[in-house]
Protein backbone atom coordinates (compact mmCIF):
# COMPACT_ATOMS: atom_id res chain seq x y z
CA UNK A 1 0.00 0.00 0.00
CA UNK A 2 1.90 3.04 -1.29
CA UNK A 3 1.76 5.71 1.72
CA UNK A 4 0.02 9.51 1.05
CA UNK A 5 2.59 12.21 0.01
CA UNK A 6 4.36 13.72 2.87
CA UNK A 7 6.48 17.01 2.91
CA UNK A 8 10.00 15.18 5.26
CA UNK A 9 12.88 16.72 6.85
CA UNK A 10 15.45 15.42 7.53
CA UNK A 11 17.90 16.83 10.27
CA UNK A 12 21.35 15.75 10.68
CA UNK A 13 24.30 17.77 12.49
CA UNK A 14 26.97 16.13 10.79
CA UNK A 15 28.19 13.28 8.25
CA UNK A 16 27.78 15.45 5.08
CA UNK A 17 31.01 17.06 4.16
CA UNK A 18 32.85 13.24 3.40
CA UNK A 19 31.77 9.56 2.19
CA UNK A 20 30.85 7.58 5.30
CA UNK A 21 28.63 4.80 6.31
CA UNK A 22 25.84 7.48 7.94
CA UNK A 23 26.02 9.64 4.91
CA UNK A 24 25.94 6.93 2.69
CA UNK A 25 22.74 5.43 4.40
CA UNK A 26 20.84 9.15 4.46
CA UNK A 27 21.86 9.49 0.53
CA UNK A 28 19.32 6.57 0.12
CA UNK A 29 17.26 7.24 2.59
CA UNK A 30 16.52 10.56 0.99
CA UNK A 31 16.43 9.33 -2.77
CA UNK A 32 14.07 6.51 -1.64
CA UNK A 33 11.75 8.45 -0.54
CA UNK A 34 11.76 11.14 -3.46
CA UNK A 35 10.83 7.99 -5.34
CA UNK A 36 7.95 7.37 -4.15
CA UNK A 37 6.85 11.10 -4.11
CA UNK A 38 7.63 12.82 -1.22
CA UNK A 39 8.66 16.35 -1.40
CA UNK A 40 12.02 15.88 1.40
CA UNK A 41 14.78 18.64 2.14
CA UNK A 42 18.01 17.64 3.85
CA UNK A 43 18.86 20.10 6.53
CA UNK A 44 22.56 19.57 7.64
CA UNK A 45 25.14 20.97 9.78
CA UNK A 46 28.21 21.48 7.50
CA UNK A 47 32.00 20.98 8.96
CA UNK A 48 33.61 22.13 6.13
CA UNK A 49 33.26 24.56 2.88
CA UNK A 50 32.51 21.71 0.73
CA UNK A 51 29.68 18.73 1.33
CA UNK A 52 30.43 15.48 -0.26
CA UNK A 53 29.85 14.90 -3.69
CA UNK A 54 27.26 11.76 -3.65
CA UNK A 55 24.61 14.64 -2.03
CA UNK A 56 25.15 16.98 -4.91
CA UNK A 57 21.39 15.92 -6.59
CA UNK A 58 20.12 16.02 -3.30
CA UNK A 59 17.61 19.17 -2.03
CA UNK A 60 19.74 20.31 0.74
CA UNK A 61 19.61 23.47 2.95
CA UNK A 62 23.22 23.95 5.60
CA UNK A 63 24.27 25.70 8.30
CA UNK A 64 28.26 25.90 9.17
CA UNK A 65 29.58 25.10 12.48
CA UNK A 66 33.26 24.01 11.94
CA UNK A 67 34.15 23.51 15.61
CA UNK A 68 32.37 21.78 18.30
CA UNK A 69 31.44 25.02 20.00
CA UNK A 70 30.94 26.85 16.61
CA UNK A 71 28.02 23.59 16.13
CA UNK A 72 26.28 24.30 19.30
CA UNK A 73 26.39 28.31 19.00
CA UNK A 74 24.55 28.06 15.08
CA UNK A 75 22.75 24.82 15.76
CA UNK A 76 19.30 27.06 16.53
CA UNK A 77 19.75 28.47 12.94
CA UNK A 78 19.87 25.17 11.63
CA UNK A 79 16.65 24.24 13.52
CA UNK A 80 14.73 27.30 12.00
CA UNK A 81 15.75 26.36 8.68
CA UNK A 82 13.48 23.64 9.85
CA UNK A 83 10.54 25.29 11.25
CA UNK A 84 10.35 27.55 8.23
CA UNK A 85 10.00 24.73 5.51
CA UNK A 86 7.58 23.73 7.76
CA UNK A 87 7.51 20.10 7.08
CA UNK A 88 5.07 17.07 7.77
CA UNK A 89 7.34 15.78 10.11
CA UNK A 90 11.22 15.56 10.86
CA UNK A 91 13.32 12.69 10.55
CA UNK A 92 16.70 12.51 12.87
CA UNK A 93 19.37 10.15 14.32
CA UNK A 94 19.54 10.14 17.66
CA UNK A 95 22.73 12.46 18.51
CA UNK A 96 23.57 15.53 21.09
CA UNK A 97 20.91 17.04 22.66
CA UNK A 98 22.03 20.41 20.13
CA UNK A 99 20.35 23.60 21.61
CA UNK A 100 16.91 24.81 19.67
CA UNK A 101 16.24 21.04 18.89
CA UNK A 102 14.01 20.09 21.49
CA UNK A 103 11.93 22.92 20.86
CA UNK A 104 11.57 21.84 16.98
CA UNK A 105 10.35 18.46 18.25
CA UNK A 106 7.42 19.71 20.58
CA UNK A 107 6.54 22.20 17.30
CA UNK A 108 6.75 19.52 14.81
CA UNK A 109 6.00 15.41 15.38
CA UNK A 110 9.56 13.90 14.92
CA UNK A 111 11.13 10.55 14.96
CA UNK A 112 14.73 9.74 15.93
CA UNK A 113 16.55 6.75 14.29
CA UNK A 114 18.35 4.83 17.02
CA UNK A 115 21.55 3.45 15.77
CA UNK A 116 23.65 2.15 18.49
CA UNK A 117 23.04 1.58 22.54
CA UNK A 118 24.17 5.39 23.39
CA UNK A 119 25.31 4.75 26.80
CA UNK A 120 27.36 1.41 25.89
CA UNK A 121 29.03 3.68 23.41
CA UNK A 122 29.80 6.71 25.72
CA UNK A 123 33.10 4.99 27.29
CA UNK A 124 34.85 5.18 24.22
CA UNK A 125 34.03 9.28 23.89
CA UNK A 126 37.06 10.82 24.73
CA UNK A 127 35.41 13.90 26.31
CA UNK A 128 34.46 13.76 29.85
CA UNK A 129 32.09 16.87 29.41
CA UNK A 130 30.88 15.66 26.41
CA UNK A 131 29.60 12.72 28.35
CA UNK A 132 28.32 14.03 31.29
CA UNK A 133 26.33 16.42 29.26
CA UNK A 134 24.89 13.62 26.85
CA UNK A 135 23.91 11.63 29.93
CA UNK A 136 22.30 14.35 31.33
CA UNK A 137 20.07 15.82 28.36
CA UNK A 138 19.21 12.47 26.65
CA UNK A 139 15.79 11.40 28.72
CA UNK A 140 14.42 15.24 27.33
CA UNK A 141 15.21 14.50 23.63
CA UNK A 142 13.49 10.87 23.54
CA UNK A 143 10.53 11.78 25.54
CA UNK A 144 9.95 14.19 22.56
CA UNK A 145 9.69 11.97 20.30
CA UNK A 146 6.83 11.14 18.63
CA UNK A 147 8.23 7.34 17.61
CA UNK A 148 11.34 5.62 17.74
CA UNK A 149 13.20 3.74 14.35
CA UNK A 150 15.47 1.07 15.72
CA UNK A 151 17.92 -0.52 13.67
CA UNK A 152 17.72 -3.80 16.08
CA UNK A 153 15.81 -5.56 18.10
CA UNK A 154 18.17 -5.25 20.90
CA UNK A 155 18.29 -1.16 20.57
CA UNK A 156 14.92 -1.28 20.63
CA UNK A 157 14.77 -2.69 24.17
CA UNK A 158 17.09 -0.73 25.39
CA UNK A 159 15.00 2.29 25.25
CA UNK A 160 11.39 0.61 25.93
CA UNK A 161 11.34 2.71 29.18
CA UNK A 162 10.33 5.64 26.96
CA UNK A 163 6.97 4.35 26.01
CA UNK A 164 7.52 5.41 22.18
CA UNK A 165 5.80 3.55 19.22
CA UNK A 166 8.57 2.18 17.77
CA UNK A 167 9.56 0.03 13.88
CA UNK A 168 12.69 -2.16 14.13
CA UNK A 169 14.17 -2.37 11.09
CA UNK A 170 17.78 -3.10 9.87
CA UNK A 171 19.97 -1.11 7.72
CA UNK A 172 19.27 -1.52 4.02
CA UNK A 173 21.38 -1.27 1.14
CA UNK A 174 20.39 0.29 -2.76
CA UNK A 175 21.56 -3.06 -4.36
CA UNK A 176 21.12 -1.37 -7.84
CA UNK A 177 24.47 0.82 -6.96
CA UNK A 178 26.26 -2.71 -6.46
CA UNK A 179 27.28 -5.22 -9.10
CA UNK A 180 27.79 -8.49 -8.43
CA UNK A 181 31.66 -9.14 -8.14
CA UNK A 182 33.33 -12.12 -9.87
CA UNK A 183 34.55 -14.54 -7.26
CA UNK A 184 38.55 -14.47 -7.65
CA UNK A 185 40.64 -17.55 -8.78
CA UNK A 186 43.70 -16.60 -6.38
CA UNK A 187 45.60 -20.35 -4.74
CA UNK A 188 45.72 -18.50 -1.24
CA UNK A 189 42.45 -16.93 0.41
CA UNK A 190 42.40 -12.72 0.62
CA UNK A 191 40.53 -11.29 3.53
CA UNK A 192 38.88 -7.73 3.69
CA UNK A 193 38.02 -5.24 6.12
CA UNK A 194 36.08 -1.69 5.67
CA UNK A 195 35.73 0.53 8.72
CA UNK A 196 36.23 3.97 9.98
CA UNK A 197 39.30 4.64 12.03
CA UNK A 198 39.34 4.87 16.15
CA UNK A 199 36.28 2.85 16.73
CA UNK A 200 37.37 -0.10 19.07
CA UNK A 201 34.05 -2.26 18.69
CA UNK A 202 35.41 -3.08 14.91
CA UNK A 203 38.03 -5.42 16.89
CA UNK A 204 40.85 -4.23 14.53
CA UNK A 205 43.17 -5.78 17.04
CA UNK A 206 41.62 -9.23 16.78
CA UNK A 207 42.29 -9.32 12.68
CA UNK A 208 45.50 -8.76 13.59
CA UNK A 209 45.44 -11.70 15.71
CA UNK A 210 44.33 -13.72 12.69
CA UNK A 211 46.62 -12.47 10.07
CA UNK A 212 49.37 -13.47 12.73
CA UNK A 213 48.12 -16.72 12.74
CA UNK A 214 46.95 -17.70 8.81
CA UNK A 215 50.29 -16.03 7.76
CA UNK A 216 49.57 -17.32 4.09
CA UNK A 217 46.50 -15.30 3.79
CA UNK A 218 46.36 -12.15 2.71
CA UNK A 219 44.23 -9.14 5.04
CA UNK A 220 43.50 -5.88 3.49
CA UNK A 221 42.34 -3.10 5.52
CA UNK A 222 40.21 0.19 4.47
CA UNK A 223 39.57 2.54 6.78
CA UNK A 224 42.01 1.59 9.92
CA UNK A 225 45.27 3.39 10.64
CA UNK A 226 48.49 2.18 12.17
CA UNK A 227 46.98 4.40 14.98
CA UNK A 228 44.15 2.19 15.71
CA UNK A 229 46.66 -0.61 16.51
CA UNK A 230 48.97 1.39 19.41
CA UNK A 231 51.46 -0.74 19.69
CA UNK A 232 50.76 -3.85 17.91
CA UNK A 233 52.95 -4.96 15.38
CA UNK A 234 51.51 -5.52 12.05
CA UNK A 235 51.87 -8.88 10.23
CA UNK A 236 53.61 -8.88 6.85
CA UNK A 237 50.09 -10.36 5.74
CA UNK A 238 48.53 -7.16 6.17
CA UNK A 239 47.66 -4.22 3.75
CA UNK A 240 46.51 -1.01 5.76
CA UNK A 241 44.96 1.56 3.08
CA UNK A 242 43.21 4.00 5.04
CA UNK A 243 40.35 6.02 4.09
CA UNK A 244 39.39 5.48 0.72
CA UNK A 245 36.17 6.25 -1.36
CA UNK A 246 34.04 3.57 -2.93
CA UNK A 247 35.59 4.41 -6.21
CA UNK A 248 39.18 3.30 -5.21
CA UNK A 249 38.33 0.37 -2.63
CA UNK A 250 36.27 -1.61 -5.14
CA UNK A 251 39.29 -2.60 -6.95
CA UNK A 252 40.31 -3.91 -3.31
CA UNK A 253 37.58 -5.59 -2.06
CA UNK A 254 37.17 -7.48 -5.91
CA UNK A 255 40.10 -10.00 -5.13
CA UNK A 256 38.66 -10.56 -1.71
CA UNK A 257 37.64 -14.00 -1.15
CA UNK A 258 35.72 -13.09 2.18
CA UNK A 259 34.54 -10.00 4.03
CA UNK A 260 34.88 -9.49 7.96
CA UNK A 261 32.00 -7.67 9.82
CA UNK A 262 32.43 -6.32 13.41
CA UNK A 263 34.34 -9.01 15.87
CA UNK A 264 33.57 -6.83 19.21
CA UNK A 265 30.71 -5.73 19.53
CA UNK A 266 30.71 -6.66 23.02
CA UNK A 267 33.11 -3.92 24.07
CA UNK A 268 30.02 -1.66 23.66
CA UNK A 269 27.77 -3.77 25.36
CA UNK A 270 25.56 -5.07 22.03
CA UNK A 271 25.12 -8.28 21.02
CA UNK A 272 23.16 -7.47 18.08
CA UNK A 273 23.59 -5.11 14.69
CA UNK A 274 23.63 -4.68 11.11
CA UNK A 275 26.21 -2.96 9.87
CA UNK A 276 25.75 -1.04 6.26
CA UNK A 277 29.44 -2.63 5.61
CA UNK A 278 28.15 -5.78 6.08
CA UNK A 279 25.17 -5.06 3.21
CA UNK A 280 27.99 -3.92 1.15
CA UNK A 281 29.93 -7.02 1.40
CA UNK A 282 26.64 -9.08 0.49
CA UNK A 283 25.77 -6.83 -2.32
CA UNK A 284 28.83 -7.06 -3.97
CA UNK A 285 28.18 -11.12 -3.48
CA UNK A 286 31.44 -11.60 -0.49
CA UNK A 287 30.63 -14.54 2.15
CA UNK A 288 30.98 -12.41 5.41
CA UNK A 289 32.35 -13.41 8.97
CA UNK A 290 30.40 -11.35 11.53
CA UNK A 291 30.85 -11.61 15.63
CA UNK A 292 27.13 -10.81 16.35
CA UNK A 293 23.76 -11.91 16.02
CA UNK A 294 22.86 -9.76 12.77
CA UNK A 295 18.81 -8.48 12.84
CA UNK A 296 18.21 -9.26 8.63
CA UNK A 297 19.61 -12.91 9.30
CA UNK A 298 18.11 -14.77 11.94
CA UNK A 299 18.38 -18.16 10.68
CA UNK A 300 22.01 -19.74 9.81
CA UNK A 301 23.18 -19.06 5.97
CA UNK A 302 25.67 -21.08 4.79
CA UNK A 303 28.10 -17.70 3.36
CA UNK A 304 27.24 -15.98 6.74
CA UNK A 305 29.77 -17.30 10.07
CA UNK A 306 28.83 -15.98 12.98
CA UNK A 307 31.30 -16.72 15.21
CA UNK A 308 30.60 -15.32 19.33
CA UNK A 309 30.44 -12.55 20.33
CA UNK A 310 33.08 -12.91 23.38
CA UNK A 311 36.61 -11.09 23.81
CA UNK A 312 38.53 -14.48 22.62
CA UNK A 313 36.34 -15.22 20.15
CA UNK A 314 38.41 -15.08 16.91
CA UNK A 315 41.59 -17.01 18.77
CA UNK A 316 38.91 -19.66 20.07
CA UNK A 317 37.30 -19.47 16.18
CA UNK A 318 40.60 -20.80 14.52
CA UNK A 319 38.98 -23.71 13.15
CA UNK A 320 35.64 -22.88 12.26
CA UNK A 321 37.09 -19.76 10.34
CA UNK A 322 39.77 -21.58 8.23
CA UNK A 323 36.62 -24.13 7.32
CA UNK A 324 34.84 -20.87 6.12
CA UNK A 325 36.89 -19.03 4.74
CA UNK A 326 38.22 -22.09 2.46
CA UNK A 327 34.63 -23.82 1.75
CA UNK A 328 34.21 -19.58 0.49
CA UNK A 329 36.82 -19.75 -2.32
CA UNK A 330 35.49 -19.37 -5.63
CA UNK A 331 32.09 -18.44 -4.55
CA UNK A 332 30.09 -15.53 -4.37
CA UNK A 333 26.35 -14.82 -2.29
CA UNK A 334 24.05 -14.86 -4.56
CA UNK A 335 21.43 -12.04 -4.85
CA UNK A 336 17.94 -13.13 -4.42
CA UNK A 337 19.20 -14.51 -1.39
CA UNK A 338 19.78 -10.93 0.13
CA UNK A 339 16.73 -9.26 -1.70
CA UNK A 340 15.35 -8.52 1.71
CA UNK A 341 18.06 -5.79 2.03
CA UNK A 342 17.49 -3.87 -0.88
CA UNK A 343 16.46 -0.13 0.17
CA UNK A 344 13.40 0.18 -1.68
CA UNK A 345 11.92 -2.53 0.82
CA UNK A 346 13.33 -1.18 3.77
CA UNK A 347 12.11 2.21 3.04
CA UNK A 348 8.39 1.22 1.92
CA UNK A 349 7.97 -0.03 5.90
CA UNK A 350 9.82 3.25 7.47
CA UNK A 351 7.26 5.47 5.36
CA UNK A 352 4.09 3.66 6.53
CA UNK A 353 5.89 4.21 10.02
CA UNK A 354 6.21 7.42 9.18
CA UNK A 355 2.84 8.35 7.83
CA UNK A 356 1.27 6.15 11.00
CA UNK A 357 3.14 8.60 13.35
CA UNK A 358 2.16 11.51 11.13
CA UNK A 359 -2.12 10.38 11.25
CA UNK A 360 -1.87 9.86 14.93
CA UNK A 361 -0.59 13.16 16.01
CA UNK A 362 -4.07 14.29 13.59
Same mark, same amino acid.
Given at each position: ????????????????? %?????????????????????????????? %???????????????????????????????? $????????????????????????????????????????????????????????????????????????????????????????????????????????????????????????????????????????????????????????????????????????????????????????????????????????????????????????????????????????????? %?????????? %????? $?????????????????? $?????????????
Amino acid at each position: MRTPCMKLAYLTFGGVN %SENGPGKKMLSQVRAWMARGHEVMLFAMSR %SESLWVGLADLPIETVRGFTKLARLWRSRALV $RKVMEWKPDLVYTRMSMNFPGLGMLMERVPSILELNTYDVGELKSWPFRTQRLYYLATRARILRKARGLVAVTHEIASKFADFGKPTLVLGNGIDLSLFPELQAPRDANPRVVFIGAPGQPWHGVDKIMALAAHFRQWHFDLIGPSHEDLGSATVPENVSLHGLLGRAEYVQIIAKADVALGTLALHRKEMHEACPLKVREYLAYGIPTIIGYRDTDFPDPVSWLLQIPNTPDNVTS %SFTRIERFVC %SAMGK $RVPREKIRHLDVVTKEGQ $RLAFMDSIRRSRN
